[in-house]
């Protein structure tokens, strides 16, 4: 399953986002050390260039300008895995800086929280 680590801005703060391009959406999310726990199953998921391209770039994709998932991209889709009902025919837009707090509100089973943090817009072929 292709999946990248996301961190959400430059900053020292260690938290980081395992973002699913199967499903558009978060899988796993915490401090370097809870990821590699949570992931020590699959050691090369959290190895460390993964995580210093994360701290460099914003994701830990390694091609194209900018590399896919950048602090230079767009923001993240939620189609077919949000955890709330979506309206018919439309797709959850996820701001890059509201990544953080998305997961938070996702690991308290805050869903209402959740859902506030998302835009639904009509999708477009």
């Given at each position: 399953?292709?999946?990248?680590?996301?961190k959400?801005?430059?900053?020292?703060?260690?938290?980081y986002?395992?973002?699913?391009?199967?499903?558009?959406?978060?899988?796993?999310?915490?401090?370097?050390?809870?990821?590699?726990?949570?992931?020590?199953?699959?050691?090369?998921?959290?190895?460390?260039?993964?995580?210093?391209?994360?701290?460099?770039?914003?994701?830990?994709?390694?091609?194209?300008?900018?590399?896919?998932?950048?602090?230079?991209?767009?923001?993240?889709?939620?189609?077919?895995?949000?955890?709330?009902?979506?309206?018919?025919?439309?797709?959850?837009?996820?701001?890059?800086?509201?990544?953080?707090?998305?997961?938070?509100?996702?690991?308290?089973n805050?869903?209402?929280?959740?859902?506030?943090?998302?835009?639904?817009?009509?999708?477009?072929?």
């Amino acid at each position: 399953m292709p999946s990248f680590i996301i961190k959400q801005e430059p900053s020292d703060e260690d938290f980081y986002v395992v973002w699913s391009t199967v499903t558009d959406s978060p899988h796993y999310w915490g401090t370097r050390a809870e990821l590699t726990a949570k992931l020590a199953h699959k050691p090369d998921a959290v190895k460390s260039d993964r995580f210093a391209r994360a701290d460099q770039t914003g994701t830990s994709v390694e091609s194209g300008t900018p590399p896919y998932l950048s602090w230079d991209g767009q923001d993240f889709f939620i189609v077919n895995n949000a955890p709330f009902p979506l309206r018919e025919g439309h797709v959850c837009t996820l701001p890059r800086e509201r990544l953080n707090a998305y997961c938070r509100a996702l690991e308290t089973n805050n869903i209402a929280a959740a859902e506030t943090l998302v835009d639904q817009t009509p999708w477009e072929d």
